[in-house]
């Protein structure tokens, strides 16, 4: 069998590898999200409808801080306009939320497909990035929901041009608000990660990433402008956070870069 032979069926042979580990992680998903779909008045009362209230833990914190802060009655009402628009919503959270619970179990299946190629050390110094990608992962997780998205909600539903208006939010925009702020977090937290790994394939440098740190800052005031709700105020949250991890992104270029 000629080089280039033994090349192609290497090859191939990775990517059906590569194939499996997708079908597994599809797996964990679609299971993730059967669980989800079966637990709907967790899902939806528990979580998605608890930050409406005067009881959900971050307006609780803002109140003990002062009476000034203390968050009022939403002055809303969510309703439904589509036929299949509660159908539908149930399962997109749900979806959601099988991504969610699945994600532990998807980082180990990259790491399986990756650890072959490395050395020992190496497959020991990943599987501590892969426990920070976790934990990262969860902190975006939880700053979006307990910090964005209440910020976010109170001030888009407080928010009036007239006294004639009366706000009756389709729920399905309610919905897709926080869907959307919880998952972007949550995957922007991975910067450091991502960076730890393109510096280790030599696609990035500690010193690309110091000399576009400008434009990087302007990427991401764009994303948060695009990923969150149109208020200064949420997309400030959402960019401080990811500016410091950028600062630490170049920190670990750095460090990988030595080694």
Same mark, same amino acid.
């Given at each position: 069998?000629?080089?280039?032979?033994?090349?192609?069926?290497? #090859?191939?042979?990775?990517?059906?590898?590569?194939?499996?580990?997708?079908?597994?992680?599809?797996?964990?998903?679609?299971?993730?999200?059967?669980?989800?779909? @079966?637990?709907?008045?967790? &899902?939806?009362?528990?979580?998605? %409808?608890?930050?409406?209230?005067?009881?959900?833990?971050?307006?609780?914190? +803002?109140?003990? &801080?002062?009476?000034?802060?203390?968050?009022?009655?939403?002055?809303?009402?969510?309703?439904?306009?589509?036929?299949? =628009?509660? #159908?539908?919503?149930?399962?997109?959270?749900?979806?959601?939320?099988?991504?969610? +619970?699945? @994600?532990?179990? /998807?980082?180990?299946?990259?790491?399986?497909?990756?650890?072959?190629?490395?050395?020992?050390?190496?497959?020991?110094?990943?599987?501590?990035?892969?426990?920070?990608?976790? #934990? +990262?992962?969860?902190?975006?997780? %939880?700053? =979006?929901?307990?910090?964005?998205?209440?910020?976010?909600?109170?001030? +888009?539903?407080?928010?009036?041009?007239?006294?004639?208006?009366?706000?009756?939010?389709?729920?399905?925009?309610?919905?897709?608000?926080?869907?959307?702020?919880?998952?972007?977090?949550?995957?922007?937290?991975? &910067?450091?990660?991502?960076?730890?790994? &393109?510096?280790?394939?030599?696609?990035?440098?500690?010193?690309?990433?110091?000399?576009?740190?400008?434009?990087?800052?302007?990427?991401? *005031?764009?994303?948060?402008? /695009?990923?969150?709700?149109?208020?200064?105020?949420?997309? /400030? *949250?959402? =960019?401080?956070?990811?500016?410091?991890?950028?600062?630490?992104?170049?920190?670990?270029?750095?460090?990988?870069?030595?080694?």
């Amino acid at each position: 069998m000629s080089t280039n032979q033994n090349t192609e069926f290497t #090859f191939l042979k990775h990517l059906e590898i590569l194939r499996w580990h997708l079908v597994r992680s599809i797996i964990a998903i679609l299971f993730g999200t059967i669980i989800a779909f @079966f637990n709907k008045s967790f &899902l939806f009362d528990k979580v998605i %409808f608890a930050c409406k209230e005067n009881s959900f833990p971050t307006y609780v914190f +803002l109140c003990k &801080l002062s009476e000034k802060l203390c968050i009022q009655d939403m002055p809303f009402i969510l309703m439904n306009v589509e036929m299949s =628009g509660q #159908f539908m919503m149930h399962i997109l959270v749900s979806f959601a939320a099988g991504l969610i +619970l699945a @994600f532990p179990y /998807i980082l180990i299946e990259i790491w399986k497909f990756i650890s072959p190629a490395m050395y020992s050390a190496e497959r020991y110094n990943t599987l501590v990035f892969f426990f920070s990608s976790l #934990f +990262l992962f969860f902190l975006g997780l %939880f700053f =979006g929901y307990f910090i964005i998205v209440p910020f976010s909600i109170n001030f +888009l539903s407080s928010y009036n041009i007239s006294f004639a208006i009366e706000n009756k939010i389709h729920f399905i925009s309610f919905i897709k608000t926080i869907t959307k702020i919880v998952l972007t977090t949550a995957f922007l937290f991975q &910067l450091p990660v991502i960076v730890y790994f &393109l510096t280790k394939f030599g696609i990035v440098t500690p010193s690309f990433l110091k000399n576009y740190r400008r434009h990087a800052f302007v990427i991401i *005031l764009i994303l948060a402008s /695009i990923l969150t709700p149109p208020d200064v105020f949420s997309q /400030i *949250l959402i =960019g401080i956070p990811i500016f410091c991890l950028y600062e630490l992104s170049i920190f670990i270029s750095i460090i990988t870069k030595t080694k």
